[in-house]
């Protein structure tokens, strides 16, 4: 679909109370007069006006499982993630990183090894919003790995598959950039 981008400086964020959800936060949708907030959402509310390519399974305990899936990545594996990158230093962020790490186990035994049963992508053989959900994540994942130590088990392997999987996805190389663009972007924030 076409779109336009509109970025927002959130260290000038009072000035763009228009450009942010109640939350004080981005993304947020305009389509028309209406607003759509919180990534998940936005990426159902598109995928309801906009049926093709289908993201989300149509049969219901499919789809009751995609959402179990990126109810866990928001809930579960995305405060993981922020809880030990922005740990200050001298917080025990041993035990915050091992909450990930069990987390990146439990997706890739439960949901890749399970739940895709050796299909390319988490629901099977298509891509869905499960796989847009966590891989932005595994995108920037080398601020974790360069400021707070996280190393990605090689034991992982349907994990790792996934991510070569979407790494070349067509979408995705549209819009991805290299590693060292997350550790100097991040490097402000996140280096002790
Ligand atoms: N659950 C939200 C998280 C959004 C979020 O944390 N956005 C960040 C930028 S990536 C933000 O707006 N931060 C500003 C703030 O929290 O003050 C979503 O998925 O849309």
Redesign the pocket.
């Given at each position: 679909m076409e779109f336009e981008l509109s970025m927002v400086d959130?260290t000038k964020?009072t000035r763009f109370p228009e450009k942010?959800?109640p939350?004080?936060?981005?993304?947020v949708l305009k389509h028309g007069s209406k607003s759509i907030?919180?990534?998940?959402v936005?990426c159902e509310y598109v995928e309801d006006i906009c049926r093709e390519p289908a993201l989300l399974p149509t049969e219901p305990w499919m789809r009751a499982n995609a959402r179990f899936w990126i109810d866990f990545c928001?809930t579960r594996f995305?405060p993981a993630y922020f809880n030990l990158l922005k740990s200050p230093p001298g917080t025990n962020r041993d035990r915050r990183r091992d909450d990930l790490l069990g987390h990146l186990a439990f997706m890739d035994k439960v949901g890749l090894s399970e739940q895709g049963q050796g299909q390319p992508y988490w629901m099977g053989k298509d891509v869905s919003l499960v796989d847009f959900a966590f891989y932005p994540f595994f995108e920037r994942f080398a601020d974790v790995e360069m400021y707070r130590g996280v190393r990605i088990s090689t034991s992982l392997d349907r994990l790792h598959d996934w991510l070569e999987t979407m790494r070349v996805h067509h979408v995705v190389r549209t819009i991805t950039r290299p590693k060292s663009h997350y550790i100097e972007y991040f490097r402000e924030f996140y280096a002790d």
């Open positions: 959130l964020k942010l959800s939350y004080g936060r981005v993304p907030y919180e990534s998940s936005i928001n995305m």
